[in-house]
């Protein structure tokens, strides 16, 4: 703050230190090989600890303050220099090359005799409003809609339900829901009750739902986890048009490759793929944390793959300099036919060479 360096890496007027940013990093080195004895005394002195009231919470809070005399800075034009260098670093991201993490979701799939459509078993608690039209028992998904109506509780796309008001709802021990009992049964004993409802099928419509167990009586499904990596090819078309798609691969998938003695990076088209051609050259792979030189709306730009929606295709990059969860980061989404780019490294010094693959 004394040296002025709180808003190198700032866009606005806070003087704060701004971790979005991985140059702040370096900006820290800068200032601890600047740190002599006597700077290191000077700030000892006159550093002293504060009390004050967090208006927000109420607590009081306890901190450390500088109250001395200004530090002069290093040497004159030091923060304009500090821009410069810190303007020139390239980040260097350690790629996830590793097949680790979950292979799969944990939720189990039931298969049904339309392809794509799985049936999934949900509890009431965690049932959702927009599920509701989805259970596939139309005698269950009746009593349920009706349920929901006595609480005044709407069901359907995009609605949501208040948690507590759904628990009163659907999840009275005391008052659960009730499957209304057949004619058969109501025949036997007029006075029969229903058949109380704790779990319900609903149906799914998944394209990465893969097999995991197969058989007459114990068929299973799962949803792959994360892509492990992507590889790009590329052709051209009947036109001469060039032409690029993806093939991404999952971590399931990869740790099959493994096992089997295959190489893990998917270099060659795949046979049955109903895109690529056989002919098509493999281009690059990008696997989390690797980076690209890509000519970004006309601007060349340093960007680190983060992950892959391969229903979608789509492909979400981050700046090298971006240090914000994935929730946070400013995304650049590309597919593989608009990705302007060639696959690079930077090395620990920042310097950028071109990837081999």
Request: with cysteine; hydrophobic share 35%; proline share 6%.
């Amino acid at each position: 703050r004394q040296w002025g360096l709180n808003s190198v890496l700032r866009h606005d007027e806070e003087d704060r230190k701004n971790r979005e940013d991985h140059r702040h990093h370096a900006v820290d080195a800068l200032v601890i090989a600047l740190t002599n004895r006597s700077r290191l005394q000077q700030l000892s002195r006159a550093t002293q600890e504060i009390e004050w009231t967090d208006y927000e919470s109420g607590e009081t809070v306890h901190r450390r303050q500088y109250s001395g005399a200004d530090i002069p800075a290093p040497w004159e034009g030091f923060r304009s220099d500090v821009i410069q260098i810190v303007n020139r670093i390239n980040v260097s991201h350690r790629s996830e090359r590793k097949v680790a993490g979950a292979l799969h979701e944990e939720t189990c799939y039931g298969p049904t005799p339309e392809p794509g459509v799985f049936v999934v078993r949900k509890t009431l608690e965690s049932l959702s409003p927009n599920e509701v039209p989805l259970i596939r028992d139309a005698g269950v998904r009746q009593a349920i809609e009706k349920r929901l109506t006595e609480f005044g509780i709407d069901i359907g796309r995009g609605k949501k339900a208040d948690a507590k008001k759904w628990k009163q709802a659907l999840c009275d021990a005391n008052n659960p829901v009730l499957l209304p009992p057949n004619r058969k049964r109501l025949k036997r004993d007029p006075e029969a009750k229903g058949i109380p409802i704790r779990k319900v099928r609903v149906l799914r419509k998944e394209q990465t739902i893969r097999p995991i167990r197969q058989g007459r009586s114990n068929e299973a499904y799962i949803k792959p986890g994360a892509t492990h990596h992507l590889s790009v090819f590329e052709w051209q078309d009947e036109r001469g048009r060039t032409k690029r798609d993806a093939v991404f691969v999952t971590q399931l998938e990869a740790i099959r490759r493994v096992k089997n003695g295959q190489p893990i990076i998917q270099r060659e088209p795949p046979p049955d793929h109903p895109a690529i051609p056989h002919d098509a050259t493999f281009v690059m792979s990008l696997s989390r944390g690797e980076m690209v030189l890509a000519n970004w709306k006309g601007e060349e730009k340093l960007l680190v793959f983060k992950t892959a929606a391969s229903t979608q295709g789509q492909i979400y990059f981050a700046e090298h300099t971006d240090a914000r969860r994935s929730s946070e980061y400013n995304k650049h989404v590309a597919n593989a036919n608009t990705l302007d780019a060639r696959k690079v490294t930077v090395d620990p010094l920042g310097r950028i060479h071109r990837a081999n693959d």
